[in-house]
């Protein structure tokens, strides 16, 4: 029953002072054996709170700061705080992931927003207060991992501590009397049990050997506190790997319409976010072509009938202008590995083909148009900008149905992801797109106060509904739309992280420290041997663990089964008269 | 890809049904030990006060043990009754609870059908949705919770925890019905097998020590009112260990279930690179796991923290848990992510 911190193991006066001062009370060997500063600082807090603050001085401050800092009970607290302040990045919208739904989230919540906004609730993993708790943590880390690394070290390499007087104190213990006719000495016997130490895993020491009492000294499991430290320090590793690739790594979204191509370039994409030391020359300069895109739905499912099975996606790509074109096939769950990033497929939809002709009869705009899926039968939204038509500007918006099916009440729905009766619904404006400024705007967003519905009152001449291959005359001579063809596109991330294998290599370390440090029991053992007035040796052991070992009482067991097979196996009667002997195991 | 096997689907849901109402027998059962095994109780009474009058032998022979750690040893105070802290089977015949082991048994064998039967209906491992992935996680609660009987006498943890799986298989069929279908192109990958089981198993770990956590505030309770003198109430926690070693045994569990739950998130985070093409993005989801993270990193901490010991180590254990739940529950349903693999339309 040692494996708490709670455990009741008050040191006898007499205990040796090393293990004694592990044992001193809950808090210490807790604290020794599992917390992150030296024991001293949490064990004593009135005498913290005794010290008047102005008899410190500047650097007594320091060091106060600086001890309460890397004490458990701030750990623990900033643990905490940490796992609060996570929170609100669940419950509002975060700019780094949807800068669009912060911005609509803004503009729904005028009054509220903008101080949700002040607090940095919308950057909540970047914001000052939630780098403020992490980096005084990790502060904290470093401030106990170094003395505890120095302490380590220095345990390593010196000798299990001296031989507790009273070995019966210790949490576990036993006992045992050897017959003289054994002929096992007590010198023996120490030097029989510190070879079955070594043999189990410990490091030993046989000490006294010409005195009265002689005894081996042994302790393992050194690896627990290595395994806790290379943990802590792996959180650090991990922290530095992801603020590399925060710092040299690149990413960016491009859309890519079947028989298009992109080319690894500044201009090729559609949005890029560089890390802060990116440089324009990292991009390597080579280029896909997306050949064709097939997509599987289920139909065979009554439940999940046009639930998507597959995407594959056929690309040419080229490493470099100069080189040979291959074939490569991307999916979900598989990335395209080429110039130094990863190219990944987060998503697909329709771009119909449309061709638009302006007030002069001239083609103002001819090929696909993106279209935005929002649900499992790719009902898309589209919205089409004609900035070249004259004499008028025109802009339309509406939603692509890939099956459309008309509701007795004369509304449209999409009833099937595949493309079995492609319709557009769109609503025509005229006038100025807003466009020639040069302000970016959102392709997907018509912004409609600069524009004049061609819809009037009671005349709805402006909006139309087209299937495959029809046209609509558009009112009042501003042109024609129409609907040619129909073709699939990609939505592509492609992402550079040189950060990436650190995190890995980190991560792994923690793991494998996290399992040393909580599974590997760290234990001391004492054997000591003494030879009775009646001639019989006795030996004697007690076990010690330093942190938590529910093992503990196991080992005591083995040791016990250990010696009897060393010293009495040979000797069935005369263990038999031992049996009795043997002594009863100290509760 | 083969065919769903629909027939042998909706064989799976009528398994997991016989199965949860097996376990509410059982359940009941369980109940039925605690509450009225006063014979029981009895019998444990008299053993305790046996074995105690013979440890204060004992404690008188060891020349002068501290009073604290005669104390500890015998379960916080004399005054307290508390079951062996060991867990080891007794002598005492607990019929009640025989029958629901037994019945539990018969249960988790029906689970066992249904979670198969599903697996092959689908030709994948059946943990592709929330459905899916209550009912393995209920047979895993039952399974270690089995497993762990063969070595201890938890059979006090078992109204709690098939409690629990009940609770977890009505969910799966009232809450989150979802017919046996093929995976969405998102959820086809090796990690679904790696990240998911192994996040099952640590759910399910979390599960037994919420359990254990939950006792261990009630013993404490109850053993502070002893101390104080007043009247004892919840007669069945004599069937309970003490406070303090539902809390070591809690932590031991629990350490195991943060080092699965710590390779769940690094799984996950290589499953995400591999599908998003970022290993970390606070996706909803993502944030919840963290903080379910940090909560039982605290909880660790905090048992090795003066003052955080015992009852506030159980509350954090709690806390955890409860996150766990939640994000499980409302951030799969109420929260837009990436990881919206729900099932429910």
């Known amino acids: ?587 | 890809m083969p065919s769903i096997d629909e027939t042998l689907g909706q064989y799976s849901e009528l398994f997991i049904l016989l199965a949860a109402m097996a376990y509410t027998v059982a359940f009941i059962a369980f109940c039925w030990d605690l509450a009225t095994s006063s014979k029981t109780i009895r019998s444990v009474e008299s053993r305790l006060a046996r074995e105690q009058s013979e440890q204060k032998v004992l404690a008188g022979a060891g020349a002068g043990a501290s009073a604290t750690g005669s104390a500890g040893k015998a379960g916080a105070g004399a005054s307290v009754e508390t079951a062996d802290e060991a867990m080891v089977y007794t002598k005492e015949r607990r019929v009640a609870a025989r029958i629901g082991v037994a019945i539990t048994i018969v249960a988790a064998l029906v689970h066992t059908a249904g979670v198969i039967s599903r697996a092959i209906a689908a030709h994948r491992v059946p943990w592709g949705n929330m459905y899916e992935f209550c009912t393995t996680g209920g047979l895993v609660v039952a399974v270690v919770f089995l497993l762990v009987l063969t070595r201890k006498d938890v059979r006090f943890l078992g109204s709690f925890v098939i409690g629990l799986v009940v609770i977890m298989l009505c969910a799966a069929a009232i809450g989150f019905p979802t017919p046996v279908a093929h995976l969405v192109p998102a959820l086809q990958s090796y990690w679904l097998i790696i990240h998911v089981s192994i996040a099952v198993i640590a759910s399910a770990l979390f599960t037994l020590t919420f359990a254990m956590s939950v006792l261990q505030l009630l013993q404490a309770n109850r053993e502070a009112r002893a101390r104080a003198g007043q009247p004892e109430r919840m007669g069945f926690l004599r069937l309970v260990p003490s406070a303090l070693s539902l809390e070591n045994f809690a932590y031991r569990v629990n350490a195991i279930a943060f080092v699965l739950w710590t390779f769940t998130l690094m799984a996950g985070a290589i499953w995400a690179e591999k599908a998003w093409g970022r290993y970390w993005g606070w996706d909803t989801k993502e944030v919840w796991t963290f903080v379910i993270w940090v909560v039982y990193a605290g909880y660790l901490h905090a048992r090795a923290t003066r003052g955080w010991t015992g009852t506030r180590a159980a509350w954090l254990s709690i806390v955890g848990y409860l996150c766990v739940v939640f994000n499980f529950t409302i951030v799969n349903v109420f929260f837009s992510g990436l990881h919206s693999y729900s099932g429910i339309q």
């Open chain 1, 1 to 587: 029953m040692s494996e708490t911190p709670k455990t009741p193991e008050t040191p006898a006066s007499d205990a040796p002072p090393t293990p004694g001062r592990e044992q001193a009370g809950p808090a210490g060997k807790a604290d020794a054996a599992r917390g992150w500063g030296p024991a001293k600082k949490d064990k004593m807090p009135s005498a913290k709170n005794d010290v008047a603050l102005p008899a410190l001085g500047f650097v007594g401050t320091l060091r106060w700061i600086w001890t309460q800092l890397t004490s458990m009970r701030t750990a623990l607290f900033l643990l905490l705080l940490l796992a609060v302040a996570a929170v609100p990045g669940s419950l509002f919208p975060q700019r780094p992931a949807n800068p669009a739904v912060v911005t609509q989230y803004l503009t729904d919540n005028p009054e509220t927003g903008p101080w949700l906004d002040r607090f940095q609730l919308f950057d909540v993993y970047s914001s000052v207060w939630f780098s403020a708790i992490y980096l005084l943590l990790f502060i904290s880390l470093i401030g106990c991992v170094v003395p505890r690394a120095v302490q380590h070290w220095k345990a390593m390499r010196s000798q299990p501590p001296r031989t507790p007087r009273r070995l019966s104190r210790l949490p576990e213990y036993g006992s045992m009397a050897l017959p003289s006719n054994l002929e096992v000495t007590r010198e023996s016997a120490v030097d029989d049990a510190a070879r079955l130490l070594k043999r189990r895993g410990y490091r030993v020491e046989v000490r006294g050997k010409d005195g009265a009492m002689p005894s081996v000294g042994a302790e393992r499991g050194f690896l627990k506190e290595i395994g806790n430290l290379v943990f802590h320090v792996s959180l650090i590793g991990v922290l530095v790997s992801v603020a590399v690739g925060g710092l040299f790594g690149y990413r960016g979204q491009k859309i890519i319409v079947e028989g298009e191509s992109f080319v690894n370039t500044l201009v090729g994409y559609d949005n890029f976010s560089p890390g802060s030391n990116f440089h324009e020359d990292q991009l390597e300069p080579y280029s896909m072509q997306l050949d064709s895109f097939d997509v599987v739905f289920d139909r065979e499912s009554d439940t999940h009938y046009g639930q998507p099975l597959d995407f594959t996606a056929v690309l040419t790509t080229k490493e470099s202008p100069e080189a040979e074109p291959e074939q490569q096939t991307l999916k979900v769950n598989e990335p395209l590995s080429i110039g130094g990033t990863s190219v990944y497929l987060v998503g697909n939809g329709y771009a119909p083909v449309v061709t638009i002709r302006d007030g002069d009869g001239n083609i103002a705009l001819q090929g696909p148009v993106v279209s935005v899926p929002n649900d499992g039968a790719y009902t898309s939204t589209m919205v089409v900008k004609v900035p070249d038509a004259q004499p008028e500007q025109l802009g339309f918006v509406g939603f692509f149905l890939p099956t459309a099916v008309e509701g007795s009440d004369g509304v449209a729905v999409g009833s099937d992801p595949d493309p079995f009766n492609p319709r557009l619904y769109l609503n025509g404006y005229y006038g100025d797109l807003g466009l020639d400024e040069g302000d970016p705007k959102n392709v997907y967003v018509l912004d409609t106060s600069t524009l004049t519905s061609m819809s009037d009152g009671e005349d709805e001449a402006g909006e139309f509904s087209l299937g495959a291959y029809e046209s609509y005359e558009l009112p009042n001579g501003l042109g024609s739309v129409t609907f040619d063809g129909l073709k699939r596109y990609v939505a592509l991330d492609i992402d550079h992280d040189p950060g990436q294998a650190g995190a890995l290599v980190f991560s792994t370390l923690a793991i494998i420290g996290l399992s040393a440090s909580l599974f590997i029991g760290r234990r001391r053992v004492w054997v000591r041997a003494g030879t009775h007035e009646d001639g019989r040796t006795m030996v004697e052991w007690g076990l010690l663990a330093r942190g938590e070992d529910p093992r503990l009482e196991g080992e005591s067991a083995a040791l016990r089964k250990l010696f009897e097979k060393e010293w009495l196996a040979n000797q069935d009667q005369q263990a038999d008269n031992n049996k009795s002997a043997v002594g009863v195991k100290n509760s």
